[in-house]
């Protein structure tokens, strides 16, 4: 079984849409949950971060974690075509010094006008 | 923008060649990775360092070696090239802290032939 599960889509939606990313994981040692975003021929950059459980939002953006499922979502509001891109999940077990984030295989997003 | 800086781009080379793919960044992070990265799948640690004459292998069986010899250069290096190192090579560094975060650079897209 794999740490970090992902669905690798592609998911496309139209533009305005309420978009839902989910990974699943397996190890409860996880701390640290993130959503990195990676255009085409681009290095991941990262989104959002979360420590622990619970719900964080920015601007369109709102990342949650459910520990005890072992879920985490991205939900991206009112979608726009640049938002097209993979989004990858990432955990860690630490955000300090053993620091090694763990990658999800990425779900590629479309978001069409 | 990450000051993190991936050479080259993208490399073309023959089989049995030795080949360096470099990797630089300007903010002083402790910490640097090498993920492998193929089309629909996870990006895979390879090697990852914590520190100056510091570096571990990752969780992905590689035949490629690194060194860290500065703090600001992570280079990795092929012995013998193989078509089955065909992939995506990304760079990331991240510097011990709360809120840690890895950015990554542009990456090196390798093809063996």
């Known amino acids: 079984q794999k740490e970090v599960e992902q669905d690798p889509g592609p998911l496309s939606v139209p533009e305005g849409a309420i978009v839902s990313l989910n990974c699943t994981y397996s190890?409860?040692?996880?701390?640290?949950f993130m959503w990195y975003r990676q255009y085409s021929r681009k290095g991941p950059e990262l989104l959002m971060y979360t420590y622990s459980s619970g719900n964080k939002e920015d601007g369109r953006f709102t990342a949650q974690v459910d520990k005890s499922s072992k879920y985490i979502s991205l939900f991206i509001r009112d979608s726009q075509p640049s938002d097209s891109a993979t989004y990858l999940c990432?955990?860690?077990?630490?955000?300090?010094?053993?620091?090694?984030?763990?990658f999800g295989r990425g779900t590629s997003l479309i978001v069409h006008p | 923008e990450a000051d993190i800086y991936q050479t080259p781009r993208y490399l073309v080379i023959g089989t049995g060649k030795k080949i360096t793919l470099e990797c630089s960044q300007t903010?002083?992070?402790?910490?640097m990775y090498w993920y492998q990265q193929d089309p629909g799948m996870e990006l895979h640690l390879i090697h990852y360092s914590y520190g100056v004459n510091s570096t571990e292998k990752g969780d992905l069986s590689s035949e490629s070696t690194v060194s860290r010899i500065r703090t600001e250069h992570f280079p990795l290096t092929l012995e013998s090239a193989r078509p089955s190192h065909t992939s995506q090579y990304l760079c990331a560094s991240a510097v011990t802290g709360m809120n840690t975060e890895a950015f990554f650079g542009q990456g090196t897209r390798l093809t063996v032939v």
């Open positions: 990432a955990m860690s077990p630490s955000s300090g010094g053993s620091y090694i984030p763990t």
């Open positions: 190890n409860s040692a996880f701390q640290y």
């Open positions: 903010m002083g992070h402790d910490k």
